[in-house]
């Protein structure tokens, strides 16, 4: 299928479309794998350090543009895809809107664990010989390497993100019963994402990027969103870095 020994994914989320892969060195790509799914994403082998093994990239919502919003994701396709590449580490950068107090649009949070309010997804392979998703929801070790990765240390140190089914906004009253459940943050992509990475073993974790502040909770600061090429130019050289720290 490719020529080089790739064993991390870099799912890219907000902002990844049109994103201009130059300085990352492209050595493979884009190209697509045909899954029990359906077509994947598009996706481009990395090289960014000749020192280092490639690691792989996919635009979550669509190569050049905004082409599907979360609600609309084959989810299965990708992850199944990231298996025939022999991936075993994803590393996914995530908009979020804040729900926790103090934090702010442009805050990097890495999230420990996940509640998932989706309704429609379709959250296993259904496959009776796959063992069903279970253990931490994200990789302690991929986690890790997010971690170590990060320029400052990370507003809430162990952050619950709540995934909700899209695409609309969350409702006010919505968004206060996520926080009093303990969310801190809120996005509409890691689930079934996350789960299915899980059935077939591989490590998963998130970068989470605050793009604004969830319904409700601007707590009287002005309104403020982020939803620009920032996003991506701050998430993908920090999850390079996790991709070289991490031991496969
Ligand atoms: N809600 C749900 N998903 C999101 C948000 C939000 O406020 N911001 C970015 N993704």
Request: hydrophobic share 40%; glycine share 8%; proline share 10%.
């Amino acid at each position: 299928m490719n020529s080089h020994d790739v064993s991390t994914l870099i799912m890219g989320g907000t902002a990844a479309y049109g994103l201009d892969l130059t300085p990352w060195r492209p050595v493979q790509g884009p190209f697509t794998l045909q899954t029990p799914y359906g077509e994947s994403p598009p996706i481009t082998l990395l090289q960014p350090d000749p020192g280092q093994p490639p690691v792989a990239f996919c635009s979550r919502h669509g190569r050049d543009a905004l082409q599907h919003s979360a609600a609309f994701l084959n989810h299965r396709a990708v992850i199944w895809a990231a298996k025939m590449l022999g991936i075993s580490t994803i590393f996914s950068w995530n908009g979020v809107g804040a729900i926790a107090e103090g934090l702010e649009v442009g805050n990097l949070v890495t999230p420990a664990d996940l509640i998932d309010f989706t309704r429609k997804r379709i959250t296993t392979f259904g496959h009776p010989d796959l063992r069903p998703a279970s253990g931490p929801t994200f990789h302690p070790a991929a986690r890790a390497a997010i971690i170590a990765s990060l320029p400052n240390p990370n507003p809430i140190p162990i952050p619950t993100y709540v995934c909700t089914e899209g695409p609309r906004l969350e409702t006010e009253a919505e968004i206060e019963l996520y926080r009093r459940a303990g969310a801190d943050v809120v996005g509409m992509t890691l689930s079934p994402e996350i789960f299915l990475a899980q059935e077939l073993g591989i490590r998963y974790a998130s970068l989470c990027y605050v793009t604004n502040y969830a319904t409700g909770r601007a707590l009287g600061r002005a309104p403020k969103r982020q939803f620009g090429p920032v996003v991506a130019r701050t998430c993908l050289p920090i999850l390079i870095r996790a991709a070289a720290l991490i031991d496969h």
